[in-house]
């Protein structure tokens, strides 16, 4: 990778363009940034509301903006659960608390502590084994073991300490990580704070800024751990993020280059033990250790070179450094001789391959990309996606991960509020309390967070306290439409759905018409998609190119006038549900039960419905009892092109339950046979269109016998 400073300049602003053009851009990598905060805050909001004492971060690749859309880096999530005072020093301990004493010694691994149990009346070891996740080791200290944050979830699969859960097409897979909380910052990081490199990287103020954040400890055990039961990770996770705030868009785009030679040369099988995370901290030293004024885009080949030989020398040393705890050697017990071998001879042949190597990228289009920047040949049209399509196409995954997350959020605090001992309505309430005090009194990651929760949250509350005034007296109070209109803004259709349901079963028809006419003005099919997060399902068309466009232009605030949610109807809502919605709270049998997944039992007990396809249901059922038969014929042609058409639906069966409904009443009973068929294709178990056959064809014997 020596070349003439004359050629090596002109190859790095080329690269530096490519980047750019692949989204490694200023723009895009703070989009991202702020994306995933806010997707963090949401989280962490809806954890604390639910009576949950968590933090989430988002972190890794994502939340730095180094990634790109061939990269389709995971996103790295960390709940830091207060359920544990961790402290480095007896002046930490807290009465009351599960007090742990971090305890880093000659048989701990540089980087790792134990976690000794205190008693939580006084300042004193604990003797005592309280549970299963403590053992007593052999000079008869209690420690904690780490296996106690491993429970892993039922959508996930187990990666070291982590929980991967995927987030199927078009969403982004997520690393999940538990955690807790230290109170100070390591003692094992004191080197990091008092040196200085000749770099400007770490100023004294930027240095005490990132030990203001929290570090955390992490149920994982080193490599080469003598008690890798015991061993608990010290992260300095948050400070390192920092750190990643700071660089300039050369030095992310030195990182990205290194993560996609990682990808591409160096470990394409994931065989290896070599990390993006390694990858970071080889290029963190050596800006460390380099001017500022080097990182600049006409160097950006030969920084990349720097960085690849600071790797080498450390797989050469097999010592790798941690940047902030420089006594944790990330690369200790990671290779076999064998695999030390190869990855140098990689290396090696990835640096003396010069710009060749590069031309041979296929992630991102990046090689052929680099040729038609250096004129080398010409570009075909349309084979590959310009800057301004890549941009947009990056914007538009992001809204959609921050809108299934809003969706996400909504089922959590739905099933957390119908599972404790009071009345619904007050527990609802008290959720949207909380919310409506992060509103006011929350950063403002955390104010907008609460804005889009109480939005969905206040048209399912209206629609409660509707469905219990039905029963006594068919009215709709005051009160409820006040928290229904509050919700009416929470995307394009769901809250003004749930509204049109509430006056189309107190028999209010022109309200009804009204809302739903509104609603599909709305509704334009090139900008609105559709998205459902009670099941990760594969979508099945393009996003349109109109709504990619409005992620690109516009901010996160967008997201309501340009989603639209699925619209959830809880039991306690049943009186607000016409009739053939009702179906689908009872799509299980008994066996149908033992076949949930836990993930499906946060929803399969709702009326849970796509807002396009309820939309033209209700319009038909709206325009049935107006007379205005041809108007009630368009909306079921609407229904049943939509089917036809398909779409980004995830509730396609309970669609295809609502149209064969529709057809029975046309008289169509093959043809509403034939719905329910399909709608059986779809979901096998847990669908009501097995009680629609037997019902049907028991209607159909009975005109036979009449």
Known sequence: MFQSPEYSNTL?????????????????????????????SITTVTFRSTCRNATIHYLGSQSEGTTTIGLNSDVDTVIVKYDYNVMQDWSEWKQGKNNLLMIQNENVTSGYCFLQLLRSDVPLFETIIPSENYIRDGVGRILLRNTLLSGIREDAERHGPSNAVPGGEEY???DIVYAFPCNSWP??????????????????????????????????????????????????????????????????????LMKIILKTFLDPQKESALSSFMCKTAMLHCIENTERNIWENKNLFTCLTFCLLKLRGFVQNENCPHFIISENNLMAGQFTNEEKDNLLRKIGDTIQGDARCLLRITIDDLGYRLQVKLNRIPLIPHAILDSRAVNEECSSLLLLNLAKVISKSQLTILAYTIHLPHSNIERLKQVIIKLANYSIFGNRLEQFASRCLMKVLSSTLGSIIVSSSIVQNNQVPYSSLMYLSLGLDSDVTSGRLKLASVFYRV?????????????????NPDVVEAVCSCWSYPLKSLLSAEFKRKCCEQNENCIFDIVSFCVRFLQIEVNCVPRELQYEMMRSTRDDMQHRSLIDSQWMNYAVVDSLPYLYFLQYKTYGKLHRYQDRQRALNNLLKIIVQGGNFGHRETTLNLLGQCMEQENKYNEALQCYMLSIQQRERNNAAKFHICRLLAKCLRKVKD
């Open 12 to 40: 790095s602003l080329k690269l530096s363009e490519v980047l750019e053009d692949v989204g490694v851009n200023e723009e895009m990598v703070m989009n991202r940034r702020r994306v995933n905060m806010l997707m963090a």
């Open 187 to 256: 003692q094992s990081a004191s080197q990091f704070l008092e040196s200085q490199g000749i770099g400007s990287l770490l100023s004294p103020a930027m240095k005490r800024y990132v030990a203001d954040n929290e570090c955390f400890v992490v149920g994982a055990s080193s490599k080469i751990s003598t008690y890798p039961e015991l061993e608990w990770r010290i992260s300095t996770s948050l400070g390192e993020r920092c750190l990643m705030f700071s660089l300039n868009i050369t030095q992310l785009q030195c990182y990205v």
């Open 172 to 174: 982004t897979d997520t």
């Open 507 to 523: 028999g209010d028809m022109d309200r009804t018409e009204f809302i739903l006419r509104q609603t599909e003005s709305r509704y």
